[in-house]
């Protein structure tokens, strides 16, 4: 339990900060394009990794609201 923090921390925050960062940077360039990379336990549950499947399913969310 005490890794949880620092998982979602790494594997959602960070992606949430970079994805932020790299669009206003991108603002002004025309076509943009954010390009997340996850991992299909975001869509499939399993036993145990609870804390990481919700770290990859947010990265996907995000991903599709930045899309919108």
């Known amino acids: 339990m ?3 923090p620092r998982l979602v921390d ?3 925050i960070a992606p949430f900060h970079l994805c ?3 669009a206003r940077l991108m603002s002004n360039q025309g076509e943009e394009r954010i390009i997340n990379v996850t991992s299909i336990a975001g869509s499939i549950a399993s036993a145990g990794d609870a804390a990481y499947i919700a770290a990859k399913g947010g990265v996907e969310a995000l991903t599709w609201a930045l899309a919108a």
């Open 2 to 4: 005490d890794a949880v």
């Open 10 to 12: 790494v594997d959602l």
């Open 20 to 22: 932020r960062e790299a």
